[in-house]
């Protein structure tokens, strides 16, 4: 059964860091593209950054370039999503997401209509 267990949200400073992990179990995500969304209150759910399985190509939501890194560690079969320089408008409800396919643009890997394997969730709220 595959599953996705998203964990590291948490309450930090405007300016401060986080570090959520995304922990994969039934499947290897160095043979799934991994991706990163997350839903605001009232807001669509949108996508934040991924990885592209095979070649390992990143991508990155323009609001959060510079400031989100994304990384992954086969070993211990989690992604993990760096988020620096936090913003209030970084609040909000972030997801990981795997799939099979091999993404070869931005505008498929960080669509969430592309993912078949989603995770529960964990809160991260930006606030002072």
């Known amino acids: 059964q595959l599953q996705l267990v998203e964990s590291g949200g948490g309450l930090v400073q405007p300016g401060g860091s986080l570090r959520l992990s995304c922990t994969a179990s039934g499947f290897s995500v160095d043979y799934y593209s991994i991706g990163w969304f997350r839903q605001a209150p009232g807001k669509e759910r949108e996508g934040v950054s991924c990885k592209s399985r095979s070649d390992g190509s990143t991508y990155y939501a323009d609001s959060v370039k510079g400031r989100f890194t994304i990384s992954r560690d086969n070993a211990k079969n989690t992604v993990y999503l760096q988020m620096n320089s936090l913003k209030p408008e970084d609040t909000a409800v972030y997801y990981c997401?795997?799939?099979?396919?091999?993404?070869?643009?931005?505008?498929?890997?960080?669509?969430?209509?592309?993912?078949?394997?989603w995770g529960q969730g964990t809160q991260v709220t930006v606030s002072s």
């Open positions: 997401a795997a799939d099979p396919k091999f993404f070869r643009a931005s505008s498929y890997c960080l669509s969430d209509t592309a993912y078949h394997y």
